[in-house]
Nanobody
Framework: QVPLVESGGGLVQAGGSLRLSCATFGSTFTNYAVGWFRQAPGKEREFLAVTMFSDTTTRYADSVQGRFTISRDSANKMVYLQMSSLKPEDTAVYYC???????????????WGRGTQVTVSS
C-alpha cells in the first residue's frame, strides 16, 4: 500500500484557491511530520509546509507564507494544504511526505505519495 495518497489537484485560474488532501497510512510512530512539497518541470523539489502530526508545530517556506495553510485531522490521519491567491508559477506536481522528525529538507522524508498535478492558468 502506498503510504501517502494526495488528492485535490486540478486546473484553477490565477487568484483562485485549491485544497489538497493527503491521506496517510501505516505509520508506526505516534508523532511524525507530514510535509508538502512541489516540483515543476526542470526544477528541484521545493519545500512548502510541514506539520507535526500530534502537535501544533508548523513551518512554511517564505514563498508561500500567508498564501498556503497546512492543517491536519489526526483522528482520520489526513493532512491538508489550503492554497489561495494562486499564481501561474505555482504550477507543479504537489507531493506529501512523511518524516519521523520535523524537517524542511526533502531527504529527511522517507515516505512519499505519487503526487497530484496543480495547474494555474493566467
Amino acid at each position: 500500500q502506498v503510504p501517502l495518497v494526495e488528492s485535490g489537484g486540478g486546473l484553477v485560474q490565477a487568484g483562485g484557491s485549491l485544497r489538497l488532501s493527503c491521506a496517510t497510512f501505516g505509520s508506526t510512530f505516534t508523532n511524525y511530520a507530514v510535509g508538502w512539497f512541489r516540483q515543476a518541470p526542470g526544477k528541484e523539489r521545493e519545500f512548502l509546509a510541514v506539520t507535526m502530526f500530534s502537535d501544533t508545530t508548523t513551518r512554511y517556506a517564505d514563498s508561500v507564507q500567508g498564501r498556503f495553510t497546512i492543517s491536519r485531522d489526526s483522528a482520520n490521519k489526513m493532512v491538508y494544504l489550503q492554497m489561495s491567491s494562486l499564481k501561474p508559477e505555482d504550477t507543479a506536481v504537489y507531493y506529501c511526505a512523511r518524516s519521523p522528525f520535523l524537517s524542511t529538507t526533502p531527504s529527511a522524508f522517507g515516505s512519499w505519495g505519487r503526487g497530484t498535478q496543480v495547474t494555474v492558468s493566467s
